[in-house]
């Protein structure tokens, strides 16, 4: 059976995940790791996209030098941000991150042209000032959409440094408030209405779909040929597809992010689902993921850093299990957007002036299982429907002290893993691509 290659990159790492077929079980192998990171440039955080596109080449030779040729290769990576092109091609730089400041008060000034409940009937993503709508109005009023040419969101414009091909993908599209909800392109009555240049835009490709093959360059460097194909681009779109979801099961992908939700065949765009912030974003075959973003390891992982990586994840949670402190603040709160010190913009969410470590990590884990119990409650009122047991994915799910906090501030059975559901979902849809040929 053939070799599939799922790039799979995250807010702070990226990995190269092999997949074969073997006695009818997927099997995975991490070949490549790299760190990825934000940094300052022109005052904005930004993405190093040379880097990036340095370490996706880099592990895709890997591959040449282990003697396992992948027939295609498929790239996953977070939503919302963008790489702006001019007519030569040439990268408009900075790549700047949601994470960045720039769209404070952006929503506001767009409502004035297009209300939020147009929008959201519309669209059905949720409100967030870092949603793309809201970064491409600042380049709108900036001036720097004047030279752009062409716009690809991440993991498009990563398939595009391999292939010399730009195509758009209907999961990381759906990610940007511009597609709309029921014909699945995009909205052009809203990109009009906003001053954003129609023409930037492409076609709206689905998963499992041929982008190109590498270009001479990346063939002559890697050594081999491979076709690059869509997989949900979105990761959470990927990770859901690896989901084990029975009956009126929830999933909850667990990462930098903790996206909660169920999968639909059908948009939900009413009122309630509006008041409660709740997102339709693409999902394999059409689908519908509702759901809502809770800001997750994020808090662990930058607590993690201000203490100089000096304890493990395990030795972190550990030390939660030890404390008795459990008073709870809102996860989502602007402070833990991206604090200089994580330890300290949580101090101050709690109305403390100063905590212990450990009781610090316990909040956060109370703090997040109580948020994913609210969210469940709000899916069954929105829905209408009961939710009878919960799915927890990705990197998150190793997590089991918050696997356990989960199943006791929900009341409902908890699944953990796949670990690596992601990557599972990018490879699904590769050889979904390679048996449909």
Known sequence: MAYCLAIDIGASSGRHILGEYVDGKLKIEEIYRFDNGLKKVDGYLSWDIE??????????????????????????????????LDKNNKEILPAVSYRDS???????????????????A?????????????????????????????????PEYLSYILTGVMKSEYTIASTTSLLNAYNKNWDMDIIKRLGIKPTIF????????????????????VGFDAEVVFAPSHDTASAVAA???????????????????A????????????????????????????????????????????????YSFQEMMDMSRESTYTKTFNPNDPRLVAPENMIEAITECLGEKE??????????????????????????????????CINIVGGGSQATYLNELTEKYTHKPVTAGPVEATAIGNLKAQFDYLLQK
Not at 134 to 148: C, F, H, I, M, P
Not at 296 to 308: E, F, T, V, Y
Request: glycine residues 8%; charged residues 20%.
């Open 51 to 84: 880097y990036l596109s340095k370490n996706i080449i880099e592990g895709i030779k890997k591959c040449a030098e282990i003697g396992k040729i992948p027939s295609t290769v498929a790239i996953d990576t977070w939503g919302v941000d963008y790489v702006l």
């Open 355 to 388: 905590l212990p470590i450990a009781d610090i990590i316990n909040s956060v884990y109370h703090s997040l299982a109580k948020s994913y119990a609210e969210v469940v409650k709000e899916i069954e009122e929105v829905t209408g429907e009961e939710v009878d």
């Open 202 to 221: 492409n076609e709206i490709q689905m998963p499992s779909t041929k982008v190109g093959n590498f270009t001479q360059q990346v063939i002559d460097y």
């Open 122 to 154: 519309k669209t059905g993503i949720q409100r967030a000032n870092y949603n793309t709508i809201y970064q491409l109005y600042t380049d709108v009023k900036s001036g720097r959409l004047e030279n752009a040419e062409h716009l690809l969101m991440m």
């Open 102 to 120: 720039r769209t404070d008060g952006i929503p506001e000034e767009v409502d004035k042209i297009i209300s939020q409940n147009d929008l959201y």
């Open 263 to 310: 999968q639909n065949n059908y948009p939900v765009l009413t009122e309630a689902a509006l008041n409660a912030n709740f997102t339709n974003e693409g999902g394999v075959k059409g689908t519908y993921r509702f759901l809502k973003n809770i800001m997750g390891m994020w808090l662990i992982q930058s607590i993690r850093n201000n203490l100089g990586r000096k």
């Open 243 to 261: 989901c084990t979801l029975t009956g009126h099961g929830m999933y909850i992908s667990s990462g930098t992010w903790s996206l909660i939700g």
